[in-house]
């Protein structure tokens, strides 16, 4: 069964350093999303992306954050200067159509810690 | 704006008990809901969803779910337990033509032998 893949599975970092998550979701699916989660906290929506332009973000997707498609497969999402409260699980999922009502297929999620 | 609120931090159950996790939502109009279950190190699986017509929606793995409009819920159900249901189970909301989901916090499910 195809499913949404993430690497690394953790990542630790320095604050103000460059991370690069990556994620392939599934290979017909034309809508891709980043969602974190915070430690003991809900997940949250950061980035929505589609016809490779952001199609929704929210607050939280700051200019510190960037998203990519860089070839037919991979989806990733930057953050340029790591801060401590970045640490988090951080999500990628993918959907052949726009939400609101289409499932959206979860990867297993990369652990960003921020020392 | 939209909002889920799942009361339930953690609940423990015996195998082979009823289930039922609460979800409540905030939202004008008739939302999309889901319920996704994350098991460790897995990423989160859909286990249902709602969208319209019948308001008792079946899911995967024997879970069922029924929205109430005049209550704002829309809680998860099973009959009886199984120890590989112990997870956590997720809430979600979206609003039509919408690209993100709004989930709750979370619920912690123990299984005890």
């Known amino acids: 069964e195809p499913e949404v893949t993430q690497t690394p599975s953790h990542q630790v970092t320095q604050m103000g350093q460059e991370v690069i998550l990556r994620c392939v979701p599934i290979s017909n699916h034309l809508y891709f999303y980043w969602y974190r989660q915070i430690l003991g906290q809900k997940v949250e929506f950061l980035v929505s992306f589609y016809n490779n332009e952001i199609s929704e973000k929210s607050e939280i997707f700051d200019d510190q954050f960037s998203v990519e498609r860089p070839d037919g497969s991979n989806f990733t999402l930057k953050i340029r200067s790591t801060k401590l409260e970045d640490s988090a699980m951080y999500f990628c999922?993918?959907?052949?159509?726009?939400?609101?009502?289409?499932?959206?297929?979860f990867g297993p999620g990369t652990r960003l810690t921020v020392l | 704006a939209q909002s889920v609120t799942q009361p339930d931090i953690h609940i423990t159950v015996s195998e082979g008990a009823s289930l039922e996790l609460r979800c409540n939502y905030s939202?004008?109009?008739?939302?999309?809901l889901f319920w996704y279950v994350q098991s460790p190190g897995q990423g989160l699986q859909l286990l249902l969803k709602y969208f319209s017509g019948d308001t008792l929606v079946q899911g995967i793995k024997g879970f069922e779910a029924e929205f109430k409009r005049s209550q704002s819920s829309f809680n998860l159900r099973k009959p009886s337990v199984h120890w590989s249901d112990a997870a956590e189970y997720f809430c979600a909301v979206a609003a039509e033509g919408a690209n993100n989901l709004f989930f709750g916090t979370g619920t912690r499910l123990t299984v005890i032998p």
């Open positions: 939202y004008g109009a008739t939302p999309y």
């Open positions: 999922a993918s959907s052949v159509r726009a939400s609101g009502g289409d499932e959206q297929f």
